[in-house]
């Protein structure tokens, strides 16, 4: 019989042998997810610290000559605000170090993508990452490493300071890639990202030296999204219970530290009686910390001053049975104590132990609920609004947590996380980059889908310098390009749903649409991240924006066709009359030609006959 | 006997002056409207199906009372209007000055005058829309379509083409025939000795018939149709019939298209119904019949689906729905199978001048 053997493996070691979930998959789709990761940390970075930002990408091959698949050296740079030296070695060479956590909106998850390639790069070349990085405008520092996939460490190769100028980070990989299928992808992800992103210039350089330049559109950068609370909506059974375990408060352990601390917050210089202190508490109890007062109250019912106390920690503190059990380390004994509960100080420890009401909890942990609301919801999840939530049994929480989904009368959640490119940036972007002879963008309110607030932006662009190939979606989900996948995404399926015709578009248009989706949780389909799902809340928002940008520019067709139209009578007419009445003229054998005037200036007047 | 045609001089100039007033006519009412500041139109005779019924009086497809008005008022009719207009001041130029043009030569004419037309077949629709507007064929518009058919046989005609007015011919002269163009079909005919007319739908038994004598043995014009007879060959076989007073005989291939052929001869086509003059009601198809491939023992080949589809149409036709035609079709259908003219050489190269057309045009008396 084989013996299992069980073994831990570090998180370096499970990307690596999950690295097709990661998106590197192959030689062609690496490439591409590295440029990604790299530009959006980059463009994270720099709109974490509201810097306009400057990136520069390109891509060299180690040896042109060599057909695909090959080595290239990925390169991209930023002006962000650089990372402390003494972070770098473990910020590019651990898996899951990053900076990326908390509730709101951002590119790029945890910032673990970018430790992907370079792991990807150092699986395919064995060759190190460099990271060139000044974080205060004096020192350029510059690291050469390899990451060590088993014990997920950095291990420096080389590592110099010189002089610096301006701040900034610069990292640099090889990777076996395939630019001649990876290209267009590629070509196509730095345009769209710069026409999502407008406050930031970005130039890329390819393999065969061919420079794309990207200018900055509007000096203005969004205003940046804030960390918040969750909505009661978004939240499941696990989230409640570590959120309980967080407002839970133990009892601390009473020892000569906290007895010193005791001491200083009650300014007692010499020993009294536990009786003196209690009332000195009393005088001053809204001004001492919340340690202080529990452990007050627990001494007023152990009756032990503090000479006779050496150590003891409170094992239970049962509410039911109104007693208090501890350990005295001094007598290595357990001692129960009975409690009054008419006793000022049992409500102080019942509440701490049992955490707060569930009224408190609700309006203190949960954005956008008020305490009429929170009333309001107790009593349609029949529980009491002074239920402490410590108390709670597990198939309560299971209800609590089932009611927070279903009731119905929460306020939408806070927007305030999101950062939605906003109309005007988006619509200078879509005339930059299109020309178009109509353009209008529409941004929607802030809704929700289980409790993640997104909003929806769109832009609708006709005619100028978009060919006439047919209509064009460009999706965005937290600017980034969607490119990927692009039959099954939700976008796509309300843009084909539309029926064109009704808002006078025919045949292949000269059509652009622009949807850009922010939330601080994507409903993506896949892994792959590259098409979002058809939740009935974001369809009908999608819906409401398009079909808004679509009547306006029903409204500009029918302008438009009219004055074509009418363009078209007064040129017809004024093209033909005078020569029927040429031919008139020889046919009917007269000398002088008849006065057609009118009948020009009649013809380009007259209204379309139905 | 000679035949003199005595009435037809006078006949072609009245022609030229009635057509050279209706264009003045349709000319001064444009002219008229513009002045006014009225939108001008022309009224054409519908085309449709709709509006094409056979006149068992006249024995030809006619064309009914329904009519269409072309406006220039009408911004999507504008283009035909004045296309319509060009068209009537360019055939106004042709008539007047005696000269001759063609389909394809009036649709590159067009783009002298800013007409653009966008093919041929558009400017094609334009002459029949004149045609209708002014109930005459396009030759005596002096337009003549590209391909044409020949003639050949005791016939003297007298040209009033310019240069050659007064000029007389002798249509036995080159055994090749003479080609029915603009200069013939103006052509005054004078004289002949024939006494029968042998209309043949195609060039190679033509040529056998002039080899064979035809002409003389059975003192016959000889036409060729070249398959279906284009107007202009029509046109001179109904005034050999009218003019000449001789007889008109058809040969065409032993399938339903060959029937057809005889029967467009004899009473017109539904394209020209707007027409009139292009017909010889009293022509007969000698042949091939369905009955005559059993009869003669002929060689066949199958007929295409396209074949009996056609024969379905064909027996919807006013005009096969009794006696002979309508018989043949149902044979042909029995059949299922077709024979050529040619295949008559099966029994030697002149068995169908020394036994099958002797034969038929007995037979022809009869009916």
Redesign the interface.
């Known amino acids: 019989m084989s013996k299992e053997v069980f073994s831990q493996i570090s998180p370096s070691e499970f990307f690596y042998r999950n690295r097709d979930l990661a998106g590197f998959s192959n030689p062609t789709r690496s490439l591409y997810t590295s440029v990604r990761e790299f530009v959006e940390n980059a463009l994270d970075a720099c709109d974490h610290k509201k810097i306009l930002p400057d990136i520069h990408l390109s891509i060299k091959a180690v040896d042109p000559e060599q057909a695909d698949p090959k080595h290239y050296i990925l390169t991209v740079k930023d002006n962000g605000p650089g990372i402390d030296p003494e972070h770098i070695p473990l910020a590019f060479g651990t898996v899951l170090y990053g900076s990326k956590f908390g509730l709101k909106q951002a590119r790029g998850m945890f910032g673990l993508g970018a430790t992907m390639a370079i792991l990807y790069g150092q699986i395919t070349t064995n060759k190190p990452v460099t990271v060139k990085s000044c974080s205060d405008g004096k020192t350029l520092d510059e690291f050469v490493m390899l990451l060590d996939i088993q014990k997920n460490k950095p291990v420096i190769q080389k590592h110099t300071t010189k002089e610096g100028s301006k701040t900034g980070l610069a990292v640099s990989i090889v990777l076996e890639g395939d630019y001649s299928k990876a290209g267009s992808k590629i070509r196509d992800y730095v345009y769209q990202t710069s026409l999502i992103t407008p406050y930031a210039s970005i130039t890329f350089e390819d393999p065969s030296g061919e420079k794309f330049h990207y200018a900055r559109i509007v000096k203005d950068m969004p205003r940046p999204p804030t960390v918040i609370k969750p909505h009661p909506h978004g939240i499941d059974v696990e989230t409640i219970r570590r959120m309980i375990t967080d407002t839970h408060y133990q009892i601390p352990t009473i020892d000569n530290k906290m007895i010193d601390k005791i001491k200083k917050e009650l300014s007692l210089k010499k020993n009294i009686s536990p009786k003196e202190i209690l009332e000195r508490a009393q005088k001053r109890w809204s001004d001492i910390s919340r340690p202080v007062r529990t452990v007050i109250s627990v001494m007023s019912f152990l009756n032990i001053d503090f000479e006779g106390l050496k150590k003891i920690r409170i094992d239970d503190l049962d509410v039911a049975n109104k007693t208090i059990t501890y350990w005295d380390f001094g007598e290595s004994q357990s001692h129960a104590v009975e409690l009054n509960p008419d006793s000022p100080y049992y409500k102080q420890l019942a509440s701490t132990v049992q955490g707060d009401t569930l009224l408190t909890f609700l309006t203190k942990r949960f954005q956008r609920v008020g305490p009429t609301t929170a009333e309001k919801f107790c009593e349609f999840a029949k529980f009491k609004p002074d239920k402490r939530i410590g108390s709670m049994t597990n198939e309560e929480l299971v209800k609590l947590a089932d009611a927070l989904q279903k009731f119905e009368e929460f306020l939408a959640p806070d927007p305030s996380c999101l950062a939605p490119l906003g109309e005007e940036p988006l619509s200078k972007g879509i005339m930059k980059f299109f020309n178009p002879e109509f353009a209008a963008v529409w941004q929607r309110n802030a809704s929700a889908y289980s409790g993640f607030p997104f909003i929806v932006e769109m832009g609708i662009a006709y005619g100028g310098d978009i060919p006439p190939n047919g209509l064009k979606v460009y999706r965005f989900a937290n600017r980034i390009p969607l490119l990927y996948d692009e039959g099954s995404d939700v976008v796509l399926k309300i843009v084909n749903e539309t029926e064109w015709a009704r808002y006078k578009i025919k045949g292949d248009p000269p059509l652009v649409v622009v949807s850009h989706i922010c939330s601080t949780r994507i409903p993506y389909k896949t892994v792959g991240k590259e098409n979002v799902a058809d939740r009935p809340e974001l369809e009908r928002e999608l819906k409401n924006a398009l079909q808004y940008l679509a009547r306006k520019l029903a409204v500009h067709m029918s302008r438009q066709g009219a004055a074509d139209m009418a363009k ?2 007064a040129n ?2 004024s ?3 005078p ?12 000398k002088k030609e ?3 005037n ?2 020009i200036r ?2 380009s007047e ?1 209204e ?2 139905v | 006997m000679r035949l003199k045609n005595k009435s037809n001089a006078k006949t072609a100039e009245a022609r030229k002056k009635r057509l050279l007033s209706m ?2 006519q ?3 009412n ?3 409207n ?2 006014k ?4 139109q022309f009224v054409i005779p519908s085309r449709s199906v709709s509006n094409i019924v056979y006149d068992k009086k006249i024995r030809q497809y006619i064309l009914g009372s329904a009519s269409a008005v072309r406006s ?4 999507s009719q ?2 035909s ?2 296309q319509l ?2 068209l ?2 360019f055939v ?2 042709l008539v007047r000055e005696g000269k001759s043009s063609t389909l394809r030569d009036i649709y590159y004419s067009s783009q002298a ?3 653009d037309f966008e093919d041929q077949p558009e400017s094609d629709n334009i002459i029949v829309d004149l045609e209708a507007v002014l109930t005459s064929p396009r030759e005596e518009f002096h337009i003549f379509p590209e391909e044409r058919s020949s003639v050949f046989g005791d016939l003297t005609i007298e040209y009033t083409v310019p240069g050659y007015e007064g000029k007389r011919m002798n249509l036995s002269d080159h055994p090749d025939g003479y080609l029915i163009g603009p200069s013939l079909s103006s052509a005054e005919l004078v004289d002949t000795s024939a006494e029968l007319v042998i209309a043949i739908e195609k060039g190679g038994l033509f040529t056998r018939f002039v080899e064979e004598k035809v002409h003389k043995k059975f003192k016959a014009i000889i036409v060729d149709t070249a398959g279906q007879a284009p107007r202009s060959t029509r046109n001179l076989l109904r005034r050999l019939n009218n003019e000449m007073g001789l007889p008109v005989v058809i040969l065409a291939d032993g399938d339903v298209y060959g029937e057809h052929i005889a029967m467009v001869i004899k009473s017109g086509s539904a394209n020209a119904a707007h027409l009139r003059e292009l017909t010889v009601p009293d022509a007969k198809w000698l042949g091939v019949w369905a009955t005559d491939i059993e009869k003669y023992k002929l060689p066949t080949i199958p007929m295409t689906e396209s074949d009996i589809k056609r024969i379905y149409d064909l027996q919807k036709d006013p005009r096969y729905q009794e006696g002979n035609w309508k018989k043949q079709l149902e044979v042909f259908l029995k059949l299922k199978r077709k024979a050529e003219l040619e295949a008559f050489s099966k029994y030697g190269l002149t068995n169908i001048t020394d036994k099958y057309l002797p034969a038929k045009l007995e037979e022809s008396k009869s009916f």
């Open positions: 078209k009578r017809l007419y093209k033909y009359v020569l029927i009445a040429q031919f008139a003229t020889e046919l009917a054998g007269k008849p006065n057609y009118q009948l009649m013809g007259i379309e006959q | 264009l003045e349709q000319g001064l444009i002219y008229e513009l002045d500041g009225k939108f001008p220039s008022r009408n911004m504008l283009r209007y004045t207009a060009w009537a001041f106004n130029r005058f800013s007409i």
